[in-house]
């Protein structure tokens, strides 16, 4: 089962939520946890896995070969994300907005495309206690991610209970994780600015059709409209966790809650249970 945690906006408690199931599931079942936020991954911080192979990460770009490239411009019009322009007596290539489809050699009538690997980023793969830790580190300057969180995706094992850490928001990054996912902890707080991205993160959900539900954290310190929404909108609140400030400190020391504060595990065995138990919208 690969469930991914996400939010639709970041600073909501996403890490901390899935490291924190990722520890209490490890208890009872093999969890393996895959840092999709490959732009700023922060789980390690949290998990302190002891790494134990790096290797780089690329994506296939286009190389054109100007000796039997006729210009005639099939490429550039396959290309949705312009990163093929066609001019008079060449053909140009921006391989910063490649996603590495292959569709332009596919279609290049002269087989004049071949592609070759551009670093992105890296791969890191390594164990916290009973837990297999996989995560990406974008390399800086890079402005496309879901090539890298497709790798990372690439490394779930079937055998686990697979806990995948999203990027925040409700953009391409977030739709390549989700993608990939039998469900989603959606982590909301009880505040107006939560509610509007929990609105747009099950928009999303809806799109494509995964089962899901709400974890509430610091449910205590705001108000019952993400409640409400939840409960007029029939979508399934898996769990709540209350403002503690043992939390807080704990967090800054790179520490877990459930380590911290161990009365917070009952909040994540609670969201194990309903997880494995089933349901979701």
Known sequence: MKIAVASGKGGTGKTTISTNLARVLSGSHKVQYLDCDVEEPNAHLFLHPQITSRRDAGVLVPQIDESICTSCGK?????????????????????????????????????????????????????????EFVHGRLNIGEAISVPLI?????????????????????????????????????????????????????????????????????????????????????????????HDRRIAEAYSRGMLAVDAVPEAAASFESLASELLRGGGL
């Open 150 to 242: 497709r790798q990372v995706i690439g490394h779930a094992r079937p055998d686990r209970v697979v806990i995948m850490d999203a990027p925040p928001g409700t953009a391409c990054p977030v739709v390549g994780t989700l993608k990939g996912a039998d469900k989603a902890v959606l982590v909301a707080e009880p505040t107006a600015f939560g509610l509007h991205d929990l609105t747009l993160a099950m928009d999303l959900i809806r799109e494509l059709s995964l089962p899901c539900g709400v974890f509430i954290n610091q449910f205590d310190i705001g108000d019952d409209r993400v409640e409400r929404f939840c409960e007029a909108n029939d979508i399934p609140i898996w769990g709540r966790l209350a």
């Open 75 to 131: 490429c550039a019009e396959f290309c949705y994300f312009n990163a093929i322009a066609c001019l008079a007596n060449t053909t140009i290539t921006f391989h910063e907005l490649c996603h590495g489809c292959g569709g332009c050699a596919m279609v290049c009538p002269e087989r004049a495309i071949t592609e070759i690997e551009r670093p992105i980023g890296v791969i890191e793969c390594g164990i916290s206690g009973e837990i």
